[in-house]
């Protein structure tokens, strides 16, 4: 599987932008797909995941309310809206697939595929 992330830039607080992610190389029919990111000098954390075939959606706290994931199974394509961004949300965003499928989506150990990466700063 590979992974291709695209979307990110500059942004002032407050703003939005949409993070895509797409995959190729198989269909994506029972994987999570998942958004992590690290913010400089932090680890790595877990942003939000979806689980392909059902489209159930996990967030992590930070983000519910103000983030969306979502998908287009026709595209083999994940998205990610970010809403009222912050200069917290500063960080490189990557995708990722766990082909497992349905194991902790929250734990970046589980994942087996990963996207380069794209990088998101917001201005305050």
């Known amino acids: 599987v590979q992974l291709q992330a695209s979307g990110g830039g500059l942004v002032q607080a407050g703003g939005s932008l949409r993070l895509s992610c797409a995959a190729s190389?198989?269909?994506?029919?029972?994987?999570?797909m998942g958004w992590f990111r690290r913010a400089p000098g932090k680890e790595r954390e877990f942003v939000a995941a979806?689980?392909?075939?059902?489209?159930?959606?996990y967030y992590a706290d930070s983000v519910k309310g103000r983030f969306t994931i979502s998908r287009d199974n026709a595209k083999n394509t994940m998205y990610l809206r970010m809403n009222s961004l912050n200069a917290e949300d500063t960080a490189v965003y990557y995708c990722?697939?766990?082909?497992?499928?349905?194991?902790?989506?929250?734990?970046?150990?589980?994942?087996?595929?990963w996207g380069q990466g794209t990088l998101v700063t917001v201005s305050s």
């Open positions: 990722a697939a766990d082909l497992g499928g349905y194991r902790d989506y929250d734990l970046a150990s589980v994942y087996d595929y």
């Open positions: 190389g198989r269909t994506l029919s029972g994987v999570t």
């Open positions: 979806i689980r392909w075939s059902s489209g159930r959606i």
